[in-house]
């Protein structure tokens, strides 16, 4: 063989090389695991100019190996509505959870609540990590109360319309990326 041939033989068994062992270096070790598929957690307060004392706490996630089903979702969210020391409180199991960008919609059923005929409901709730202008929606915004709302679907909510008080907002939303 020539020169020129040996060297081009050499040459692209090197490249071979190198290209085979960044393939197995990119490869996650089966101890590894990968980020979760979605996720939405944190605490805020809602705005209100009538002084009302309105937070949301969320805790909400979807396991990597169940991101083709985000109604796989675990955790918890709770919320409290309170104005002249009347108000409710609820706290849910969370049933589904979709992520796109920043904007979380997270659905779950209230296991305890003292709000009566509240216990049992399905309620969503919406949120966009927005930085320090974070925003809130929920699935109640149109009847007034999660008691009044038959039979909601898994992950609905309403647009995030609610400002979150400033200072307030520490959400954090993981997006959500099918594989499609």
Same mark, same amino acid.
């Given at each position: 063989m020539n020169r020129r041939t040996k060297t081009a033989l050499l040459g692209s068994a090197l490249l071979l090389t190198v290209a085979a062992a960044a393939g197995s270096a990119g490869?996650?070790?089966?101890?590894?695991?990968?980020r979760e598929a979605a996720s939405l957690t944190g605490k805020a307060k809602l705005y209100r100019s009538d002084g009302d004392d309105i937070t949301f706490a969320f805790d909400a996630h979807l396991a990597a190996k169940d991101t083709a089903d985000p109604m796989k979702a675990t955790g918890t969210f709770e919320y409290s509505h309170y104005l002249n020391g009347k108000g409710a409180w609820a706290k849910a199991k969370v !049933?589904? #959870?979709v992520t796109g960008g920043k904007v979380a919609v997270v659905s779950g059923v209230i296991t305890s609540t003292d709000l009566p005929g509240a216990k049992g409901k399905r309620v969503g709730i919406t949120v966009h990590d927005a930085g320090h202008r !974070?925003? #809130?929606?929920?699935?109640?915004?149109?009847t007034g109360t999660?008691?009044?709302?038959k039979d909601l679907p898994k992950c609905?909510?309403?647009a995030p319309f609610e400002k979150v008080e400033k200072g307030t907002?520490?959400?954090?939303?993981t997006p959500w990326q099918p594989e499609l």
């Open positions: 490869a996650a070790a089966p101890h590894e695991s990968k !049933d589904c #959870l !974070d925003r #809130l929606g929920y699935s109640w915004a149109t999660p008691v009044a709302t609905v909510s309403s907002g520490d959400f954090s939303v």
